[in-house]
């Protein structure tokens, strides 16, 4: 799939749901606690049900290899950076390090991640 058509299927939604679910999943697993953070840090960006939108992400993610995710989240990430609000932009980034920090640990892969996202919603 190229980036145009996950981005076709999943929108802008299911992009940031597919970015915070990297982010939990960034250290090998996933743990409740970051679920919950997920989905505490997607509320604040819809008022919609964030259900399908999550269920898009993960489908994608299942079909992709990790070098692609990370390429269409760099792709992703460069979207936001020219169409979002700058309160915006720092909402997904704080979304973002409480994903990270939500199982007791910032590993170096959700660093890396998170200096990603920074590079480009910082610019």
Do not use: W
Request: hydrophobic share 45%; aromatic share 6%.
């Amino acid at each position: 799939m190229t980036n145009q058509e996950i981005f076709s299927e999943i929108g802008e939604m299911g992009t940031l749901m597919l970015l915070f679910i990297e982010m939990a999943g960034a250290d090998g697993e996933v743990a409740e606690e970051e679920v919950n953070v997920i989905l505490g840090a997607g509320s604040c960006f819809t008022d919609n049900d964030l259900t399908p939108h999550i269920d898009a992400a993960v489908e994608v993610r299942k079909t992709l290899t990790m070098e692609d995710r990370i390429g269409y989240l760099a792709a992703g990430l460069s979207y936001f950076a020219g169409k979002l609000p700058e309160d915006t932009k720092k909402n997904i980034l704080v979304g973002l390090a409480q994903i990270a920090q939500a199982d007791g640990k910032i590993h170096d892969t959700e660093n890396s991640l998170f200096k990603m996202a920074s590079s480009y919603l910082n610019a």
